[in-house]
C-alpha cells in the first residue's frame, strides 16, 4: 500500500562482471595471506607446500562422494534435532499465544491491520528461525574441532570440502524445517485471527507498474516532478486540480494477457490527497484518468473519481469505449506500435493536490490465492537462511563458534536495507561530518558536521585514515548482500503477490553468487588449519 | 620382514607448536625417522607428553609437519585417498555422543562410500567382534562407559577393514577382561596380515603384542629394536628352572664361580620392559641426545 | 593475587560476592504485608505508592515483557521510537499503531509517553487523512488511547487532563467539529448501529458533557497530585468551561429553546456557585492569603485583617478574575438568561441559513434585528464587557458580514448608520478576529447552495 516496490532488476551482465571481479579479489587475498602464512611458519618450503595444497585442493573438488556429503548432512542434522534445536518451538508458540498484546484491537480489522498481522507473523518467523540457524552453523564445526570429533571424520576419505556442504546443507535443512512447521501455523494464525467477513483482505494482488512516470506542470510543460507539499517523505510528488498538471504513466508490453476474465482493464491506486483549503470537507477530491494514445490523437477520460486516501481503490475501464458516439477497442486503438499504453491522471478540484508515485497506479491483474504470495515469501527466508548458513559455516571453519556468530550476525545486520543504505550513503560521501576519526573528533570537541576543520596538519592525517577506513568500507558494501532483495515478506504483507523478475529471480541470484566463495573459502580454510583446538 | 614393503617412511620429521604469535612454543617433535613394515605390531612408547600422538597425527595429516616428510602407504600425509586403507581410534574415543553405536557405525560406513547392505553387515559383525552387548547398541554413546567408547572407537577405526591400523593408547580405560580381549583382536588383526601402529604408555600391552617398539622421550627417539632383542641384556645369562633346593642352588653357584662368573644372584625374573623404559628415561635425563637404536635398518 | 592457587582465588571471588550481595539483599528484601515492612526499596515503593497496583491497572504482559528484555528495555524502546518516526513519516498509520501498543508496554508508566502518542494519533495522524470519518477514526483512537493511559496510571492528574482534551478540544473545536460533535453521538462506524462508540461514550452524551466528567476527575486528582501544565486557577476551570462550550455550541446549532437556556443556566450556577467558590492561595504581600474568585466586599473585609491587606486581597481577586476571564463568563452567563439574547442569537442563525439557501433578502433582514438585538444588549453598563471576548464578537461580526456582504453584491447602497456599526470599527484593528472572522464568512460562501 504504502511501500515502493523499486525495480530490482538486475542487469545480467554487469552483475556477472562484478560477481567475478568481487570473487576474483577475494580469491586473491586469501590466497596471499595463506601463502604468506605458509611461509612465516614453514619457511622456503611453504612455498611448495602452497602449490601442493592448491592441488590436492582441486582433485578434491573432482572427487566428492554424494553419499559422503549425504552422510554429513544427516550428521549435522542428527546433532541438531538432538541437541534440542527445536527448543525454538516453545518461544514461537509462546510468542503466538500472547501475540494478541502487540497487536491491538482485533475486533476491528482493517486492511492495515492484516497487513500488521501478516508482518507480525514473517517477522517472528524470521527472527526466530534466524538465531537457530545462526548458531548451528557458527557453532557446529568450532564444537567438532574442540571435542576432536572431527579427527574420526578426516581420517576417513570424508574430504574437508565435504564436511563444509554437508554442513551447510544439514543446517539449511533443519532451518526449513523449522521454518515450514512455523510457515504453517502462522498461515492457520492469521486465517483464523481474521474474522471471516474480513477474509477477502487477504489478497494476493499481482500488480503491473508502469515502466515510467512523467509530470507535466501547471503551465503544461514536461517537469522532473510535481509539487512538494511540505512532507518528508518525497516519495510522492503532487499534482494540482483544474490546471494543466498531470502524472503520465507508461505501461509496456500490454496486451490480452492484462485484461480481467470479463475483458476489462483494471486500475488500482493509492492516491494521497492533500487540501490547500478545507473547503467542504464531506466532499472528497476527485480526479480522472486518461487513456491517450499519441499516435491516433486518440484520448479517452473516466468519470470524475473520488481519491479514498490510504486504501486500494480500484477503476474499471471496459474495453470497448464509446467516444462521441464513435466504440474504440483500448487493445487495438490505444495501445501504439510498441505496444505501449500511455495513461494520464489529473486533479480536478481547483487548488487542491493529489499526490502519486510510480507504483501508486498500477494494472491490477486477476488475483492469486494468499498461500501463493504467502509462501514465496517463506522462500524469502528461506534464501535468507541459507544464505547466513553459507556465511556462518564458512566462517566457523577460520574463527571460533563465538566470533563466527557475531561476525555472521553483523554481516547480516548491515545486509538490512536502512543499515545498507547508511553505508552506501557513507561510502559515497553522503553523510555529513566526515569518517570515522573525524567524526569522533567533532563529536567530542562538540563541532557541528558543517564547522570548518581546524587549520592543523594532523587533520591531513586524519582525512587520510578516513579515506583508508572508507575504501575498506567500500569492499565491504561489495561483499555483504543486500537484503532488500528478499524483501518478499514486504510484498506478501503489503498484499501484493511476489514478482519473479524484482524479488525472486534477485534473490535466487545473490544467494547462489555467495555458493562458490562462501564453499571454497570454507573449505580452504579447514584445509589450511590443523584441526587442533589451541 | 626386512625384505617386506614399507607401509609407514618417515624421514626426518620435526613438530614445533607455535603461539599465537607464530613464535615456537614447543618442539613436539624432533628429526624422528623410522619405518613400519607391512604385517609388524610397531608400538610407539614413552612418557606422556613425549610426542607419541603427535607423530600419529602428522602421518594422519590432521597435523601439519614443521619438518620433514611422511609417506604413508605410498601417499604423502596430506593426501585424503590413503584414509581409505587406514584406520584410527584417537586417543579417547572423539565420537558423536548423540548417535547410537548403529548409527555411529552407519555414518562412518558412509564416509568410505558403502553401500546400505555393506553398511549394515559390517555393522553388525564388528559389534560382535568388540563384544558390545546388543542391548546397549541402541543407546546414544553419551550413556556409555568408557570401555564400551573404547569398543565403539575400535568397531569405528575397522569399519572399512583397513591395511593399517593406528591405535592411540588402545587400552586405556579398559578393565582387565577388556585389556585381553584388545590384544587378542590386535593379534587377530596381525594374523590377518594388517599392518598395526599403536602408541601406549602401558608397557605390558606393548610387550605382549608388539614385535618392534620405539622409545621416544622429548619428541626424539630414544630407543628402537625388536621387542625380544631389546630385552636381551648382551652381557648377562639368565637360567631358569622349576624351585630347586637349596644344596642345588649352592652346588650351581659353585660350577658358575668356578667359571668366573661374577655379581652372581640366583631370584625370580622382573618384567623387564619396565625397567628398559625406566632406564631409558633415566639415562635421557642424565644424557640427552643419547641414542639406542638396535635395529639399523631403519635409519638411513 | 598470582601467588594464590586457583582455589583461593575462587574462595576471594565468593567472598567478594557475597560482600556485594549483601547491601543488596538488604535493599531490595520484599515485604510480607503488614508486619515485616521489607528492605528500604520496598519500604520507599509503598511510601510513595510505585507498586505496580498502586499506578493502576496491571498488565501482565507489559510486566512479562519487561522482565523478558532483562536490562534491555531502553535499548528496546529506543529502537521502537524510532521506528515509530520513521512510520509516521512514510504515512504507515497501522504500523505506526502496533508500535505506540509496543512502546507503551515497554513505557506503562511513562506519562510523557501516553500523552504524546495519544496527540500524534489525535491530531497529527487524523489530520493526514481526508475523509471526515476516517479522520474520526484517528481522534477517537487518541481519545482511547488516552483513556488506557488514565486507566494504567490512575495516579496521573494530567492524563484525565488530556483526555478531557481531546474529548472537549479536538471533538468540539476541530474545523470538522459539527461531524465530529454527530459522530460522538452516532458513530459512522457501521459496527455501532448508529450509536456511539461505548468505549469513549459509553452513556451517548455530548462530547462537552463527556469531557467535563474527564476534567472534574482531573481535578479531584488534582487535590492529591499536582499538575504542570497549567496555572492552578485556570486547571480548575476546566469542567465549568465545558458546560459554556455545550451551551454556546447548541447556540452553534440553531437550538434555543428550553435545553439552552438550561444549558448556560447550570453553566452560570457551576461557574458562580461551584468554580466561583474555590479556594485559591494568593501572595498578599509577604504572606499567602486564601482567595476565592467570587468575593463580596465583605468577606474580603474578614479575610483580611487590616484594610490595606483588604485592598491587596481585592486586588488578588481581581488579578485571578482577569486571567480566568472570570468575569466575561460570569456576565455573559447571565446576559444568556436575557430573553432578548437569546432572540438575537436565533436572528442571527436564521441569518445564516438564508443565506447559505441564497435567500438573500430573508438573510439581510434576519442579520439585521440580530445585529439590532446585540447592539442593545451589548450597550447596556453591565454587559459592556462582553465585548471584550472573541468568540461572542465573532457571532456579531460574523452577522454584520453577511448583512454587508448582501449590499455589496446586490450593488445597494450600504446604509451609513447601523447597529453595531461600533463594535465593527472597534474589532476593525484586532487582525486575529477578523481574520477568524473572514474564515468562517468564506465556509459559509462555500456552502451555499
Same mark, same amino acid.
Given at each position: 500500500?504504502?511501500?515502493?516496490?523499486?525495480?530490482?532488476?538486475?542487469?545480467?551482465?554487469?552483475? %556477472?562482471?562484478?560477481?567475478?571481479?568481487?570473487?576474483?579479489?577475494?580469491?586473491?587475498? %586469501?590466497?596471499?595471506?595463506?601463502?604468506?602464512?605458509?611461509?612465516?611458519?614453514?619457511?622456503?618450503?611453504?612455498?611448495?607446500?602452497?602449490?601442493?595444497?592448491?592441488?590436492?585442493?582441486?582433485?578434491?573438488?573432482?572427487?566428492?562422494?554424494?553419499?559422503?556429503?549425504?552422510?554429513?548432512?544427516?550428521?549435522?542434522?542428527?546433532?541438531?534435532?538432538?541437541?534440542?534445536?527445536?527448543? %525454538?518451538?516453545?518461544?514461537?508458540?509462546?510468542?503466538?499465544?500472547?501475540?494478541?498484546?502487540?497487536?491491538?484491537?482485533?475486533?476491528?480489522?482493517?486492511?492495515?491491520?492484516?497487513?500488521?498481522?501478516?508482518?507480525?507473523?514473517?517477522?517472528?518467523?524470521?527472527?526466530?528461525?534466524?538465531? !537457530?540457524?545462526?548458531?548451528?552453523?557458527?557453532?557446529?564445526?568450532?564444537?567438532?574441532?574442540?571435542?576432536?570429533?572431527?579427527?574420526?571424520?578426516?581420517?576417513?576419505?570424508?574430504?574437508?570440502?565435504?564436511?563444509?556442504?554437508?554442513?551447510?546443507?544439514?543446517?539449511?535443512?533443519?532451518?526449513?524445517?523449522?521454518?515450514?512447521?512455523?510457515?504453517?501455523?502462522?498461515?492457520?494464525?492469521?486465517?483464523?485471527?481474521?474474522?471471516?467477513?474480513?477474509?477477502?483482505?487477504?489478497?494476493?494482488?499481482?500488480?503491473?507498474?508502469?515502466?515510467?512516470?512523467?509530470?507535466?506542470?501547471?503551465?503544461?510543460?514536461?517537469?522532473?516532478?510535481? !509539487?512538494?507539499?511540505?512532507?518528508?517523505?518525497?516519495?510522492?510528488?503532487?499534482?494540482?486540480?483544474?490546471?494543466?498538471?498531470?502524472?503520465?504513466?507508461?505501461?509496456?508490453?500490454?496486451?490480452?494477457?492484462?485484461?480481467?476474465?470479463?475483458?476489462?482493464?483494471?486500475?488500482?491506486?493509492?492516491?494521497?490527497?492533500?487540501?490547500?483549503?478545507?473547503?467542504?470537507?464531506?466532499?472528497?477530491?476527485?480526479?480522472?484518468?486518461?487513456?491517450?494514445?499519441?499516435?491516433?490523437?486518440?484520448?479517452?477520460?473516466?468519470?470524475?473519481?473520488?481519491?479514498?486516501?490510504?486504501?486500494?481503490?480500484?477503476?474499471?475501464?471496459?474495453?470497448?469505449?464509446?467516444?462521441?458516439?464513435?466504440?474504440?477497442?483500448?487493445?487495438?486503438?490505444?495501445?501504439?506500435?510498441?505496444?505501449?499504453?500511455? %495513461?494520464?491522471?489529473?486533479?480536478?478540484?481547483?487548488?487542491?493536490?493529489?499526490?502519486?508515485?510510480?507504483?501508486?497506479?498500477?494494472?491490477?491483474?486477476?488475483?492469486?490465492?494468499?498461500?501463493?504470495?504467502?509462501?514465496?515469501?517463506?522462500?524469502?527466508?528461506?534464501?535468507?537462511?541459507?544464505?547466513?548458513?553459507?556465511?556462518?559455516?564458512?566462517?566457523?571453519?577460520?574463527?571460533?563458534?563465538?566470533?563466527?556468530?557475531?561476525?555472521?550476525?553483523?554481516?547480516?545486520?548491515?545486509?538490512?536495507?536502512?543499515?545498507?543504505?547508511?553505508?552506501?550513503?557513507?561510502?559515497?560521501?553522503?553523510?555529513?561530518?566526515?569518517?570515522?576519526?573525524?567524526?569522533?573528533?567533532?563529536?567530542?570537541?562538540?563541532?557541528?558536521?558543517?564547522?570548518?576543520?581546524?587549520?592543523?596538519?594532523?587533520?591531513?592525517?586524519?582525512?587520510?585514515?578516513?579515506?583508508?577506513?572508507?575504501?575498506?568500507?567500500?569492499?565491504?558494501?561489495?561483499?555483504?548482500?543486500?537484503?532488500?532483495?528478499?524483501?518478499?515478506?514486504?510484498?506478501?504483507?503489503?498484499?501484493?503477490?511476489?514478482?519473479?523478475?524484482?524479488?525472486?529471480?534477485?534473490?535466487?541470484?545473490?544467494?547462489?553468487?555467495?555458493?562458490?566463495?562462501? !564453499?571454497?573459502?570454507?573449505?580452504?580454510?579447514?584445509?589450511?588449519?590443523?584441526?587442533?583446538?589451541? | 620382514?626386512?625384505?617386506?614393503?614399507?607401509?609407514?617412511?618417515?624421514?626426518?620429521?620435526?613438530?614445533?607448536?607455535?603461539?599465537?604469535?607464530?613464535?615456537?612454543?614447543?618442539?613436539?617433535?624432533?628429526?624422528?625417522?623410522?619405518?613400519?613394515?607391512?604385517?609388524?605390531?610397531?608400538?610407539?612408547?614413552?612418557?606422556?607428553?613425549?610426542?607419541?600422538?603427535?607423530?600419529?597425527?602428522?602421518?594422519?595429516?590432521?597435523?601439519?609437519?614443521?619438518?620433514?616428510?611422511?609417506?604413508?602407504?605410498?601417499?604423502?600425509?596430506?593426501?585424503?585417498?590413503?584414509?581409505?586403507?587406514?584406520?584410527?581410534?584417537?586417543?579417547?574415543?572423539?565420537?558423536?555422543?548423540?548417535?547410537?553405536?548403529?548409527?555411529?557405525?552407519?555414518?562412518?560406513?558412509?564416509?568410505?562410500?558403502?553401500?546400505?547392505?555393506?553398511?549394515?553387515?559390517?555393522?553388525?559383525?564388528?559389534?560382535?567382534?568388540?563384544?558390545?552387548?546388543?542391548?546397549?547398541?541402541?543407546?546414544?554413546?553419551?550413556?556409555?562407559?568408557?570401555?564400551?567408547?573404547?569398543?565403539?572407537?575400535?568397531?569405528?577405526?575397522?569399519?572399512?577393514?583397513?591395511?593399517?591400523?593406528?591405535?592411540?593408547?588402545?587400552?586405556?580405560?579398559?578393565?582387565?577382561?577388556?585389556?585381553?580381549?584388545?590384544?587378542?583382536?590386535?593379534?587377530?588383526?596381525?594374523?590377518?596380515?594388517?599392518?598395526?601402529?599403536?602408541?601406549?604408555?602401558?608397557?605390558?600391552?606393548?610387550?605382549?603384542?608388539?614385535?618392534?617398539?620405539?622409545?621416544?622421550?622429548?619428541?626424539?627417539?630414544?630407543?628402537?629394536?625388536?621387542?625380544?632383542?631389546?630385552?636381551?641384556?648382551?652381557?648377562?645369562?639368565?637360567?631358569?628352572?622349576?624351585?630347586?633346593?637349596?644344596?642345588?642352588?649352592?652346588?650351581?653357584?659353585?660350577?658358575?664361580?668356578?667359571?668366573?662368573?661374577?655379581?652372581?644372584?640366583?631370584?625370580?625374573?622382573?618384567?623387564?620392559?619396565?625397567?628398559?623404559?625406566?632406564?631409558?628415561?633415566?639415562?635421557?635425563?642424565?644424557?640427552?641426545?643419547?641414542?639406542?637404536?638396535?635395529?639399523?635398518?631403519?635409519?638411513? | 593475587?598470582?601467588?594464590?592457587?586457583?582455589?583461593?582465588?575462587?574462595?576471594?571471588?565468593?567472598?567478594?560476592?557475597?560482600?556485594?550481595?549483601?547491601?543488596?539483599?538488604?535493599?531490595?528484601?520484599?515485604?510480607?504485608?503488614?508486619?515485616?515492612?521489607?528492605?528500604?526499596?520496598?519500604?520507599?515503593?509503598?511510601?510513595?505508592?510505585?507498586?505496580?497496583?498502586?499506578?493502576?491497572?496491571?498488565?501482565?504482559?507489559?510486566?512479562?515483557?519487561?522482565?523478558?528484555?532483562?536490562?534491555?528495555?531502553?535499548?528496546?524502546?529506543?529502537?521502537?521510537?524510532?521506528?515509530?518516526?520513521?512510520?509516521?513519516?512514510?504515512?504507515?498509520?497501522?504500523?505506526?499503531?502496533?508500535?505506540?501498543?509496543?512502546?507503551?508496554?515497554?513505557?506503562?508508566?511513562?506519562?510523557?509517553?501516553?500523552?504524546?502518542?495519544?496527540?500524534?494519533?489525535?491530531?497529527?495522524?487524523?489530520?493526514?487523512?481526508?475523509?471526515?470519518?476516517?479522520?474520526?477514526?484517528?481522534?477517537?483512537?487518541?481519545?482511547?488511547?488516552?483513556?488506557?493511559?488514565?486507566?494504567?496510571?490512575?495516579?496521573?492528574?494530567?492524563?484525565?487532563?488530556?483526555?478531557?482534551?481531546?474529548?472537549?478540544?479536538?471533538?468540539?473545536?476541530?474545523?470538522?467539529?459539527?461531524?465530529?460533535?454527530?459522530?460522538?453521538?452516532?458513530?459512522?462506524?457501521?459496527?455501532?448501529?448508529?450509536?456511539?462508540?461505548?468505549?469513549?461514550?459509553?452513556?451517548?452524551?455530548?462530547?462537552?458533557?463527556?469531557?467535563?466528567?474527564?476534567?472534574?476527575?482531573?481535578?479531584?486528582?488534582?487535590?492529591?497530585?499536582?499538575?504542570?501544565?497549567?496555572?492552578?486557577?485556570?486547571?480548575?476551570?476546566?469542567?465549568?468551561?465545558?458546560?459554556?462550550?455545550?451551551?454556546?455550541?447548541?447556540?452553534?446549532?440553531?437550538?434555543?429553546?428550553?435545553?439552552?437556556?438550561?444549558?448556560?443556566?447550570?453553566?452560570?450556577?457551576?461557574?458562580?456557585?461551584?468554580?466561583?467558590?474555590?479556594?485559591?492561595?494568593?501572595?498578599?504581600?509577604?504572606?499567602?492569603?486564601?482567595?476565592?474568585?467570587?468575593?463580596?466586599?465583605?468577606?474580603?473585609?474578614?479575610?483580611?485583617?487590616?484594610?490595606?491587606?483588604?485592598?491587596?486581597?481585592?486586588?488578588?481577586?481581581?488579578?485571578?478574575?482577569?486571567?480566568?476571564?472570570?468575569?466575561?463568563?460570569?456576565?455573559?452567563?447571565?446576559?444568556?438568561?436575557?430573553?432578548?439574547?437569546?432572540?438575537?442569537?436565533?436572528?442571527?442563525?436564521?441569518?445564516?441559513?438564508?443565506?447559505?439557501?441564497?435567500?438573500?433578502?430573508?438573510?439581510?433582514?434576519?442579520?439585521?434585528?440580530?445585529?439590532?438585538?446585540?447592539?442593545?444588549?451589548?450597550?447596556?453598563?453591565?454587559?459592556?464587557?462582553?465585548?471584550?471576548?472573541?468568540?461572542?464578537?465573532?457571532?456579531?461580526?460574523?452577522?454584520?458580514?453577511?448583512?454587508?456582504?448582501?449590499?455589496?453584491?446586490?450593488?445597494?447602497?450600504?446604509?451609513?448608520?447601523?447597529?453595531?456599526?461600533?463594535?465593527?470599527?472597534?474589532?476593525?484593528?484586532?487582525?486575529?478576529?477578523?481574520?477568524?472572522?473572514?474564515?468562517?464568512?468564506?465556509?459559509?460562501?462555500?456552502?451555499?447552495?
Amino acid at each position: 500500500m504504502y511501500f515502493d516496490p523499486n525495480e530490482y532488476l538486475l542487469n545480467p551482465i554487469i552483475s %556477472v562482471l562484478n560477481w567475478v571481479v568481487v570473487v576474483g579479489c577475494l580469491t586473491f587475498v %586469501v590466497l596471499f595471506v595463506s601463502m604468506v602464512n605458509l611461509i612465516a611458519t614453514r619457511g622456503a618450503s611453504g612455498v611448495g607446500v602452497f602449490f601442493d595444497e592448491l592441488g590436492g585442493m582441486v582433485t578434491d573438488l573432482f572427487q566428492l562422494s554424494p553419499r559422503r556429503i549425504w552422510a554429513l548432512t544427516r550428521l549435522t542434522y542428527t546433532e541438531a534435532i538432538r541437541r534440542k534445536a527445536l527448543a %525454538v518451538f516453545v518461544v514461537f508458540g509462546l510468542l503466538f499465544m500472547f501475540a494478541g498484546w502487540f497487536m491491538g484491537d482485533t475486533k476491528e480489522i482493517k486492511p492495515d491491520q492484516v497487513k500488521v498481522y501478516i508482518s507480525f507473523v514473517l517477522t517472528t518467523i524470521s527472527w526466530l528461525t534466524l538465531p !537457530v540457524v545462526l548458531i548451528l552453523c557458527c557453532f557446529g564445526i568450532p564444537e567438532d574441532i574442540r571435542l576432536r570429533s572431527i579427527h574420526t571424520v578426516v581420517t576417513k576419505p570424508a574430504r574437508r570440502v565435504e564436511i563444509v556442504l554437508g554442513r551447510m546443507i544439514g543446517i539449511w535443512l533443519i532451518g526449513c524445517l523449522v521454518l515450514a512447521v512455523m510457515a504453517i501455523v502462522g498461515h492457520f494464525w492469521i486465517v483464523r485471527q481474521i474474522p471471516a467477513e474480513s477474509q477477502s483482505l487477504l489478497t494476493c494482488r499481482v500488480p503491473v507498474y508502469g515502466t515510467r512516470i512523467d509530470f507535466v506542470d501547471r503551465e503544461g510543460n514536461a517537469a522532473k516532478s510535481g !509539487v512538494n507539499v511540505g512532507d518528508i517523505w518525497v516519495f510522492r510528488s503532487y499534482i494540482e486540480g483544474a490546471t494543466k498538471a498531470r502524472a503520465q504513466w507508461t505501461f509496456r508490453n500490454v496486451g490480452e494477457s492484462l485484461l480481467d476474465s470479463d475483458g476489462n482493464l483494471n486500475f488500482e491506486n493509492s492516491f494521497s490527497a492533500f487540501r490547500s483549503y478545507k473547503g467542504d470537507m464531506t466532499r472528497p477530491l476527485f480526479y480522472d484518468i486518461r487513456l491517450i494514445n499519441p499516435e491516433k490523437n486518440l484520448a479517452y477520460t473516466t468519470d470524475p473519481q473520488p481519491v479514498n486516501e490510504f486504501r486500494h481503490k480500484l477503476d474499471t475501464i471496459p474495453r470497448k469505449v464509446t467516444i462521441d458516439g464513435t466504440q474504440y477497442d483500448i487493445l487495438k486503438d490505444f495501445v501504439t506500435d510498441r505496444k505501449e499504453l500511455h %495513461v494520464e491522471v489529473s486533479c480536478i478540484d481547483r487548488e487542491q493536490y493529489i499526490g502519486m508515485a510510480r507504483s501508486d497506479l498500477f494494472i491490477r491483474m486477476p488475483d492469486r490465492q494468499f498461500w501463493m504470495g504467502y509462501w514465496k515469501a517463506i522462500l524469502g527466508i528461506a534464501l535468507t537462511l541459507l544464505l547466513i548458513t553459507m556465511i556462518g559455516v564458512s566462517a566457523s571453519t577460520m574463527v571460533k563458534g563465538p566470533i563466527a556468530a557475531v561476525l555472521t550476525f553483523v554481516i547480516y545486520f548491515l545486509s538490512l536495507k536502512d543499515n545498507h543504505q547508511f553505508m552506501d550513503q557513507l561510502v559515497f560521501g553522503q553523510v555529513q561530518g566526515g569518517g570515522f576519526l573525524e567524526s569522533v573528533y567533532r563529536l567530542v570537541m562538540h563541532m557541528g558536521p558543517s564547522q570548518e576543520l581546524p587549520a592543523n596538519p594532523a587533520f591531513v592525517v586524519v582525512k587520510f585514515f578516513d579515506w583508508v577506513l572508507n575504501n575498506f568500507l567500500w569492499l565491504c558494501r561489495h561483499v555483504i548482500p543486500y537484503s532488500q532483495y528478499f524483501n518478499m515478506p514486504e510484498f506478501v504483507s503489503n498484499g501484493f503477490d511476489v514478482p519473479w523478475d524484482t524479488s525472486i529471480l534477485p534473490s535466487l541470484l545473490v544467494t547462489s553468487a555467495f555458493i562458490i566463495p562462501c !564453499v571454497l573459502m570454507g573449505y580452504f580454510a579447514l584445509r589450511i588449519r590443523e584441526l587442533e583446538s589451541k | 620382514m626386512s625384505q617386506s614393503e614399507t607401509v609407514i617412511e618417515i624421514r626426518n620429521l620435526s613438530k614445533v607448536y607455535r603461539d599465537f604469535w607464530g613464535r615456537p612454543k614447543v618442539r613436539a617433535l624432533n628429526a624422528l625417522s623410522l619405518d613400519i613394515k607391512k604385517g609388524e605390531v610397531f608400538g610407539l612408547l614413552g612418557p606422556n607428553g613425549s610426542g607419541k600422538t603427535t607423530t600419529l597425527k602428522l602421518l594422519l595429516g590432521l597435523l601439519f609437519p614443521t619438518e620433514g616428510e611422511v609417506k604413508i602407504l605410498g601417499k604423502s600425509a596430506a593426501d585424503v585417498s590413503k584414509n581409505e586403507r587406514i584406520g584410527y581410534l584417537p586417543e579417547e574415543s572423539y565420537l558423536y555422543r548423540f548417535l547410537n553405536a548403529y548409527e555411529t557405525l552407519d555414518f562412518y560406513g558412509r564416509l568410505f562410500d558403502m553401500t546400505a547392505a555393506q553398511r549394515k553387515e559390517r555393522s553388525e559383525k564388528l559389534l560382535d567382534l568388540v563384544k558390545l552387548a546388543p542391548q546397549s547398541r541402541r543407546r546414544q554413546l553419551k550413556e556409555y562407559s568408557k570401555g564400551m567408547t573404547r569398543r565403539i572407537g575400535v568397531a569405528q577405526a575397522l569399519i572399512n577393514d583397513p591395511d593399517l591400523v593406528m591405535l592411540d593408547e588402545p587400552t586405556s580405560g579398559l578393565d582387565p577382561l577388556g585389556n585381553r580381549d584388545m590384544k587378542d583382536l590386535i593379534l587377530d588383526l596381525k594374523a590377518q596380515g594388517k599392518t598395526v601402529l599403536m602408541c601406549s604408555h602401558l608397557l605390558a600391552d606393548v610387550q605382549d603384542v608388539c614385535d618392534r617398539i620405539a622409545i621416544l622421550y622429548g619428541g626424539e627417539l630414544k630407543v628402537m629394536g625388536r621387542v625380544d632383542e631389546l630385552l636381551k641384556a648382551q652381557d648377562e645369562t639368565q637360567i631358569r628352572s622349576s624351585k630347586l633346593s637349596e644344596a642345588a642352588e649352592k652346588e650351581i653357584q659353585e660350577v658358575l664361580q668356578r667359571h668366573g662368573a661374577t655379581n652372581v644372584k640366583v631370584d625370580q625374573p622382573t618384567a623387564s620392559l619396565e625397567d628398559l623404559f625406566l632406564k631409558t628415561v633415566q639415562e635421557s635425563r642424565e644424557r640427552p641426545g643419547h641414542r639406542n637404536v638396535t635395529d639399523n635398518q631403519s635409519v638411513s | 593475587m598470582t601467588n594464590m592457587t586457583s582455589q583461593q582465588r575462587k574462595l576471594v571471588y565468593l567472598i567478594g560476592i557475597v560482600v556485594l550481595l549483601i547491601p543488596i539483599i538488604w535493599l531490595s528484601l520484599p515485604s510480607d504485608g503488614k508486619d515485616a515492612p521489607g528492605g528500604v526499596l520496598s519500604q520507599l515503593r509503598s511510601k510513595y505508592e510505585l507498586g505496580e497496583a498502586d499506578l493502576g491497572d496491571v498488565d501482565a504482559s507489559s510486566a512479562a515483557m519487561n522482565f523478558a528484555l532483562l536490562g534491555m528495555r531502553g535499548m528496546a524502546v529506543n529502537v521502537l521510537w524510532k521506528d515509530l518516526d520513521q512510520q509516521k513519516d512514510t504515512k504507515r498509520w497501522a504500523e505506526m499503531q502496533a508500535t505506540t501498543e509496543s512502546i507503551v508496554r515497554l513505557q506503562p508508566h511513562f506519562e510523557r509517553v501516553w500523552d504524546f502518542n495519544g496527540w500524534n494519533l489525535a491530531y497529527n495522524t487524523s489530520a493526514e487523512w481526508d475523509a471526515v470519518p476516517d479522520r474520526y477514526y484517528w481522534v477517537k483512537q487518541g481519545a482511547k488511547f488516552l483513556k488506557r493511559g488514565v486507566e494504567r496510571n490512575k495516579r496521573s492528574t494530567e492524563l484525565y487532563y488530556r483526555t478531557g482534551k481531546v474529548v472537549q478540544h479536538k471533538i468540539g473545536y476541530a474545523d470538522e467539529a459539527t461531524d465530529y460533535r454527530k459522530f460522538f453521538l452516532s458513530d459512522p462506524d457501521p459496527a455501532f448501529k448508529g450509536g456511539p462508540d461505548p468505549v469513549i461514550n459509553p452513556d451517548g452524551k455530548d462530547n462537552f458533557l463527556v469531557a467535563r466528567e474527564w476534567f472534574e476527575a482531573g481535578c479531584a486528582r488534582e487535590l492529591v497530585r499536582a499538575q504542570h501544565i497549567l496555572d492552578r486557577s485556570l486547571f480548575r476551570s476546566t469542567p465549568a468551561r465545558c458546560l459554556f462550550d455545550y451551551a454556546q455550541a447548541l447556540q452553534k446549532e440553531g437550538k434555543f429553546g428550553e435545553e439552552t437556556r438550561a444549558a448556560w443556566d447550570h453553566a452560570r450556577k457551576d461557574w458562580t456557585e461551584v468554580y466561583g467558590h474555590e479556594t485559591f492561595h494568593a501572595l498578599i504581600g509577604p504572606e499567602e492569603s486564601d482567595i476565592m474568585l467570587e468575593m463580596t466586599d465583605e468577606e474580603i473585609k474578614q479575610q483580611a485583617g487590616t484594610p490595606d491587606d483588604a485592598l491587596r486581597v481585592r486586588r488578588a481577586v481581581d488579578a485571578y478574575q482577569k486571567m480566568t476571564n472570570y468575569r466575561y463568563w460570569r456576565t455573559r452567563a447571565f446576559a444568556e438568561a436575557e430573553p432578548e439574547m437569546a432572540e438575537a442569537h436565533r436572528r442571527l442563525f436564521d441569518a445564516k441559513q438564508a443565506y447559505k439557501a441564497q435567500e438573500f433578502e430573508n438573510a439581510r433582514t434576519a442579520a439585521y434585528e440580530g445585529m439590532e438585538g446585540f447592539d442593545k444588549i451589548l450597550k447596556r453598563p453591565e454587559y459592556a464587557s462582553l465585548t471584550d471576548e472573541d468568540v461572542l464578537c465573532e457571532e456579531c461580526l460574523l452577522g454584520w458580514k453577511i448583512w454587508d456582504d448582501i449590499y455589496q453584491v446586490s450593488g445597494d447602497k450600504i446604509p451609513e448608520e447601523f447597529p453595531l456599526k461600533w463594535l465593527v470599527q472597534m474589532k476593525n484593528e484586532n487582525q486575529m478576529i477578523m481574520l477568524n472572522v473572514n474564515k468562517q464568512f468564506k465556509r459559509l460562501f462555500l456552502e451555499t447552495k
